[in-house]
């Protein structure tokens, strides 16, 4: 995944300034951005404020971590069940 320039901090302070007066070509002139990433910008960010920011980041790693232990966890099971029937078939063969 490509990573970003701005951390999640520096993009909500963007948003900050959108919301403080100036306008979004100045402040895309400013941060040298496009008005489309102002504008996606806003609609992930919304109005978080840093700690939530940081909160999201915490889950989303935290979800990631959990998604991994699943993934392991079910081709572990897979093996077990692989393994067992073929033990079962060779019983039955002798």
Partial sequence: MK?????????????GEAG????VKEI???HN???QTLYNWKRKYGDMD???????????DENAL???IVADQTMQIDILK???SEKVVSV???
């Fill in 82 to 84: 692989e393994v067992n």
């Fill in 20 to 23: 403080s007066g100036k306008t």
């Fill in 50 to 60: 840093v700690n939530e920011a940081r909160r999201l980041r915490v889950l989303k």
């Fill in 3 to 15: 990573r970003s320039r701005f951390s999640e901090e520096a993009i909500i302070r963007i948003l």
């Fill in 33 to 35: 951005i496009s008005t």
């Fill in 92 to 94: 039955k063969a002798n």
């Fill in 28 to 30: 895309c002139a400013e």
């Fill in 66 to 68: 959990l998604k991994r």
